[in-house]
């Protein structure tokens, strides 16, 4: 109990003094992040009355913090397979698919976008490539997954530069860390995204991305109003605007 207890003061110290009077907390996989912060939970604030705060990072570290007891009302996360543990061990309702985001090789040059995704990881100018933990971010999962079916995992990584999550991989590539990473497509709707230039990723499976609300929700009545509106027309139309499905 002691070792909870300061678990959750420790918590509590890292969040800021707003999120902890929000009517809603949510751990959020970081990919979702502009669509987030842009587009959602100013419609859904709008629409309720009520408040939203999101922690963002990768699904595997948001559930790490779930399990050790953090206050969260929902994980949002980037694929299924945490939602659904949360749910067969009894810590969380069932889950729910809230999007399906694709992979994408950006870059800042947009002379890389002129061949396939695999030319450009062979082009000399390519020293660095941003890709997500692969154990922990689904997107970095997914990418690894497109270079080992292409033949090209080995290859390249010794230049692989891991950023703890998949905003952070994009980070590392749109400041020049990096030369081209792999990213959730949303990236490339943003303002930072739109400065450079990105190939889809076919190889990379698709990353389907469920939600659930915690059973140890300390507003779940808000989290499942927010769970409602996630599949509402008007998210609907937000995520076609930033790539997701």
Request: net charge negative.
């Amino acid at each position: 109990m002691e070792r909870i207890a300061a678990f959750l003061l420790a918590f509590a110290l890292v969040l800021p003094a707003p999120a902890l009077s929000a009517d809603l907390l949510v751990a959020q996989a970081a990919n979702y992040t502009a669509i987030m912060q842009n587009e959602i939970i100013p419609a859904f604030e709008k629409a309720t009355g009520l408040t939203v705060q999101a922690t963002y990072a990768s699904t595997g570290k948001l559930y790490g913090q779930i399990v050790n007891g953090a206050p969260f009302d929902m994980l949002l996360a980037a694929d299924e397979i945490r939602p659904e543990k949360l749910h067969a061990d009894g810590l969380a309702q069932e889950p729910f698919v809230y999007a399906t985001g694709q992979v994408v090789l950006w870059s800042r040059s947009k002379a890389l976008c002129d061949g396939g995704w695999k030319s450009a990881l062979t082009n000399p100018a390519v020293k660095k490539i941003a890709i997500a933990n692969t154990e922990t971010a689904p997107y970095g999962a997914s990418a690894m997954q497109a270079l080992q079916a292409a033949g090209l995992w080995d290859a390249v990584q010794p230049r692989l530069v891991f950023g703890q999550s998949i905003s952070h991989a994009f980070q590392f590539a749109s400041t020049g860390a990096a030369d081209a990473g792999f990213v959730a497509f949303s990236s490339v709707f943003t303002d930072e995204g739109a400065k450079g230039c990105y190939q889809v990723v076919d190889e990379a499976p698709p990353v389907v991305q469920a939600g659930c609300i915690l059973k140890s929700a300390p507003n779940p009545e808000a989290a499942a109003r927010f769970a409602e509106f996630l599949l509402s027309p008007e998210v609907q139309a937000f995520k076609k605007q930033y790539g997701y499905n």
